[in-house]
């Protein structure tokens, strides 16, 4: 299994991690100014995950103060030939990072079933082994509906692939636009940072 960083490889082998190379850092990346009040007490790490049997999607953020701030994103690729390897490696990597970045809970997006209902029978056991994954270390978890993310990062619920990837380099201030995956799981890590303020300005707690 490898896991990498966008323009950072991180090598996973024997449930270790070693950083090659980095370009996206919070220096480069200056904070994102929200209004929100239910993470104005303290800092809340979210980990963004964008499920798939093959590419999983992460992404981290934090909120403090009102303000987010990029930590970190990239790919989960899996390299297991057999599904249930696949599945194995998911959960590793997912764990590892999980472990290393410390969230305090984890967004995941839903699976979307469109045509092809194999792809989202593996979808949906992919997004398991991510959610089992976490639940050693996190306390909550989180699921969005596509559209759902979408729109709260674009600001239409059938958005393409390339105007998320942009939407979440323009609020996050990234140096470059982020791979395709990774910017799902941002967008995911972010739609959650918006409901959360939402729903604790109406009151109420998702």
């Not at 979210?46 to 103060?65: A, K, N, W, Y």
């Not at 596509?146 to 674009?154: A, C, G, L, Q, R």
């Not at 619920?157 to 390339?162: D, I, L, Q, T, V």
């Amino acid at each position: 299994m490898l896991i990498f960083r966008s323009r950072c490889w991180l090598i996973w082998k024997a449930g270790s991690v070693r950083e090659i190379h980095d370009d996206f850092t919070q220096a480069q990346a200056p904070s994102l100014f929200c209004d929100h009040s239910v993470f104005s007490v303290a800092v809340v790490r979210i980990l963004g995950i964008d499920p798939g049997s093959r590419i999983t999607g992460f992404g981290v953020i934090e909120v403090t103060q009102g303000r987010i701030q990029y930590v970190t994103s990239g790919c989960v690729r899996v390299v297991g030939t057999g599904f249930p390897q696949r599945l194995k490696e998911v959960f590793d990597g997912v764990r590892q990072i999980s472990q290393h970045y410390q969230p305090d809970c984890m967004a995941i997006e839903k699976v979307f079933v469109h045509k092809n209902v194999d792809s989202a029978l593996k979808l949906g056991q992919a997004r398991g082994a991510a959610i089992c994954a976490v639940l050693e270390q996190v306390l909550h978890v989180y699921e969005y509906a596509p559209t759902e993310i979408k729109k709260s990062v674009v600001g239409k619920g059938r958005a393409a692939k390339n105007q998320v990837q942009h939407m979440v380099m323009v609020l996050l201030k990234l140096p470059a636009m982020p791979q395709e995956d990774a910017a799902d799981a941002l967008a995911v890590a972010l739609c959650h940072a918006h409901t959360q303020s939402t729903l604790q300005r109406l009151g109420k707690n998702r």
